[in-house]
């Protein structure tokens, strides 16, 4: 299974990061990966991997600025792709069909070819601009999966909150993981509300 990964320069490398150890221990899956220029600056403020620290989860990278790459190309068979953490600047190219650099050129080749797209969009607020491009993004037939923490299943740690969008993610591609566990309805309430 070969799946195409790209971190855009929005906050929230981790995402991508942790997105890329999890596929490491998947037996058969390729990682193709791409990281923006903004990106790289980021992983650098926001966390404490280097840029060939993350490089080297993947098992081949690709220059932001090598269109001719093959994952530019629908012929190079994919699963499909992930831009985590994905900023509005690549969905609003992604949306527009603008596909300036690497990232954007994977990401509408994946959406031509019918493969599933997921974007993880990191912005907030979102104001109508950012949500009509969400919308075309949307319509397009990519699956819009923001980093939303869940409560539900009880989080103790940061890791906890990132570990439930990566697995929501690898849900989207049928991956087992062991990050999250799956709901499995509500429980009588530990004790009663006065």
Known sequence: MRLVVGISGSSGAIYGIRLLEALRGVPDVETHLIISAAA???????TDYSVKDVE???????????????????????????IAPCSIKTVSALANCYAETLICRAGDVTLKEGRPLVVVARETPLHLGHLRQLVALA???AVILPPMPAFYNRPKTLDDIINHTVGRILDRFGIPHGLTREWTGTHPPRHQPS
Do not use: C
């Not at 080297?56 to 992930?82: P, Y």
């Open 139 to 141: 319509e397009l037939g």
């Open 56 to 82: 080297a989860l993947a098992t081949q990278v690709h220059d932001n600025r090598d269109i001719g790459a093959a994952v530019a190309s629908g012929s190079f068979r994919t699963e499909g792709m992930i």
């Open 40 to 46: 790289k600056r980021t992983i650098l403020e926001e």
